[in-house]
């Protein structure tokens, strides 16, 4: 792929010299550009690192609403003060 994005070869080029077939190759760069400019894959990944990423990203996501969701409890706790037990 960074024969291709890199030093402009053509994909078809670049496809015959690594006998792959060219419309695997543009599936492949396009994937690459998307993830270069940080778009989310939406299909499963394919290698380990790539699943990594995007269970990293969910835990993130799902931490980020956590906290949001604490925030607002603390604001709707010091609202309403809790009278001493005693």
């Not at 792929?1 to 496809?15: L, P």
């Not at 394919?46 to 969701?69: C, G, N, T, V």
């Amino acid at each position: 792929m960074s024969r291709v994005v890199k030093y402009q070869r053509s994909t078809i080029e670049v496809a015959r010299a690594l006998e792959l077939d060219p419309s695997q190759l543009r599936k492949w760069i396009h994937q690459y550009k998307e993830e270069v400019s940080g778009v989310t894959p939406d299909n499963p990944a394919l290698i380990p690192e790539q699943r990594e990423i995007q269970s990293l990203r969910a835990q993130i996501k799902r931490l980020e609403m956590e906290k949001e969701i604490l925030k607002q409890a603390a604001v709707l706790m010091s609202e309403f003060p809790i009278k001493s037990l005693r």
